[in-house]
């Protein structure tokens, strides 16, 4: 008998809504696009009166930001902190459902050199916020870049740059623990990727199947560069003694067009990497070093964005074109996963085996032939038993033959189990890029998988 996994304690997908351009949509539009996608959680850049009016009462939770050019006046001043709170956020609140301030944005790499101001702001603005009574139901926090970490590979060495450690991180961390608040993260493979194509597989970096990389200095084995990315952030944390602080992603995504120079900048990618994140961050389980880390992700970004400078990518990230049509098709809820597939050309099938790189490795390799996918028992128990449940459950997986009794019952292992239920699902999803991950507790083989007398189909 199977428990079905409901999701409930899985993770959660939100957009930023950039407003860079002068031919996006009103707000209310906009909200009511959000609505007819499923998007429950909406970021902001800023506190825009038009953006925060409309999404009232509409359900969705909304994260705001306080500019880098506020970061001054929020830090000497405690006054200014507690107006810019009671007009930007406590006017708004409880109906428009403002759950966290991003206070700043990337701040190390500002070039107005803000660092020195952004914890006295934080602190500022959360003591704003205690007056009004709202620190339980809204987080301060503030979105950091991967350029924050001296070493991110391999992700066990992850660790914060040494400058940064003393004056900012432990007191950051401090108050993010006494606060039950959470670190922001803004992580973009598509970075790393485009700089060490060489070395870096694409497959690795699109969440697809890949042999994956093991991490030497724990014996972790990772199967996206993403999750490799986060975990030198939950590394840099650990080695700092704050295991304890969660991480939301408030910025990821891969652009639909690039300049020349710009690797990996296509439409194709950009609907694999941000359908498949969202099939695994939906799916549940954190990563390999912390695998009860629900994450909750915000795809970069709802809208092309005409008038942002710099290469052409950067006007590219949208997932929405400013007439509201998608840019590619992908699903934002548990139930548009139903029917989704990762549509990938053969050309991008890459023959090579490679190694990891500073930065986030990979690991590319052909697949010709019969492939079936299995469980990685190198997950545990618990990621198993979710990725079994989704498969028998929500997934149609046929799972009658591994019912007590039945032909592959036998061996009674959950690994055994797990690994029928997840190639009769990949099997039926006709063996399509992505659908052997379940959150990293799957890979595919070309060798046909025994266990006991069963046998594995390789097609439905």
């Not at 998007?39 to 902001?44: D, G, P, S």
């Not at 549940?284 to 992700?297: F, H, I, Q, Y």
Request: charged share 20%; with cysteine.
């Amino acid at each position: 008998m199977f428990l079905f996994y409901t999701f409930a304690d899985a993770g959660s997908i939100g957009v930023n809504y950039g407003r860079i351009a002068n031919n996006l949509p009103s707000a209310s539009k906009v909200v009511q696009l959000l609505k007819s996608q499923g998007i429950e959680r909406v970021k902001v850049f800023d506190t825009d009166a038009a953006v925060l009016k409309a999404l009232s009462g509409s359900g969705i939770k909304v994260t705001v930001d306080l500019p880098n050019e506020l970061l001054f006046s929020a830090a000497k001043r405690p006054s200014f902190a507690f107006s810019w709170v009671q007009k930007n956020v406590a006017a708004y609140h409880p109906d428009t459902q403002i759950e966290a301030i991003g206070v700043g944005n990337e701040v190390f790499v500002d070039p107005h050199n803000t660092t020195k101001f952004l914890l006295p702001a934080m602190k500022n603005v959360h003591e704003a916020l205690v007056k009004y009574n709202l620190h339980s139901s809204i987080k301060v926090s503030s979105p950091i870049a991967l350029s924050a970490l001296q070493n991110s590979y391999p992700s066990s060495a992850g660790s914060f740059r040494p400058e940064l450690i003393e004056p900012v991180f432990k007191p950051m961390l401090s108050f993010l623990r006494q606060t039950g608040s959470f670190l922001m993260v803004n992580a973009y493979p598509f970075f790393a990727y485009e700089s060490n194509t060489d070395v870096i597989s694409l497959d690795y970096a699109l969440f697809r199947e890949n042999p994956g990389v093991v991490d030497a200095g724990n014996g972790l084995r990772y199967f996206s560069l993403f999750d490799a990315q986060i975990d030198a952030v939950f590394a840099a944390l650990s080695a700092l003694k704050y295991d304890d602080i969660r991480m939301v992603v408030t910025e990821t995504g891969w652009p639909s067009k690039g300049d020349e120079n710009e690797n990996g900048a296509s439409v194709e990618n950009a609907a694999a990497y941000n359908g498949n994140l969202v099939r695994r961050i939906l799916t549940g389980g954190g990563t390999p070093l912390r695998p009860k880390a629900d994450l909750t992700v915000y795809l970069f970004a709802l809208f092309n964005e005409d008038q942002k400078p710099g290469p052409t990518s950067e006007r590219n990230y949208g997932l929405f074109y400013p007439n509201e049509e998608k840019v590619y098709n992908i699903p934002f809820t548990v139930e548009g996963l139903k029917n989704y597939h990762d549509h990938r050309s053969p050309v991008n099938r890459s023959p090579t085996v490679r190694a990891p790189v500073n930065g986030g490795g990979g690991v590319s390799k052909s697949t010709s032939g019969n492939t079936w996918c299995v469980a990685n028992a190198e997950v545990g128990k618990e990621k198993l038993q979710r990725g079994l449940d989704y498969a028998c459950g929500e997934g149609g997986a046929d799972c009658r033959p591994i019912q007590r009794g039945a032909t592959c019952y036998n061996p009674n292992t959950l690994e055994a189990h797990a690994s029928f239920a997840f190639n009769s699902y990949y099997q039926k999803q006709s063996r399509a890029g992505g659908s052997c991950y379940f959150g990293g507790a799957a890979y595919v083989v070309t060798q046909p998988p025994r266990y006991g007398v069963c046998e594995f189909p390789t097609g439905y």
